[in-house]
């Protein structure tokens, strides 16, 4: 029985250890209206050799614990279709005064890359 309970514990512990570190692998980030600076749509390879994708600037830093060199650009890359929806998705925000968050979870490059984006309605 001693056996099972240690097993158990064990077992939990790392199921709890697993769960905190999947947590703790992403964050929201926040881009309110008078944050914005400006965006960029990028060729790959073609700007400081950054991935292909829509880069959009903060006017200070983003308040993030990533360690990407530079803190003041969200990166959304992949296909065309996740790239072009973001664009509208921001422009929308843009044109409606709307706050948009970012799910980040790595860099790329040097830049924050964002694998999810939220307009907030208020």
Same mark, same amino acid.
């Given at each position: 029985?001693?056996?099972?309970? =240690?097993?158990?514990? /064990? ?6 250890? #697993?769960? !905190?570190?999947?947590? +703790? !692998? ?7 209206? +008078? *944050?914005?600076? +400006? ?7 073609? #700007? $400081? $050799? ?8 903060? @006017?200070?830093? #983003? +308040?993030?614990?990533? /360690?990407?060199? =530079?803190? *003041? ?8 279709? @996740? @790239? $072009? ?6 422009? #929308? !925000? ?15 490059? *040097? ?12």
């Amino acid at each position: 029985m001693t056996s099972i309970r =240690r097993t158990l514990s /064990t077992l939990l512990a790392a199921v709890g250890l #697993f769960t !905190a570190v999947s947590a +703790q !692998a992403g964050e929201w980030l926040t881009l309110r209206p +008078q *944050d914005l600076a +400006q965006y960029e749509l990028a060729q790959a390879n073609t #700007f $400081n $050799n950054a991935a292909e994708g829509l880069y959009i600037k903060h @006017v200070g830093l #983003f +308040q993030t614990t990533m /360690t990407c060199a =530079r803190k *003041d650009f969200v990166m959304i890359g992949g296909d065309a279709r @996740v @790239v $072009n929806r973001a664009l509208a998705t921001l422009m #929308f !925000a843009m044109a409606n005064n709307k706050t948009i968050q970012f799910w980040v979870t790595n860099c790329s490059t *040097d830049y924050i890359e964002a694998k999810n984006l939220m307009l907030i309605n208020q």
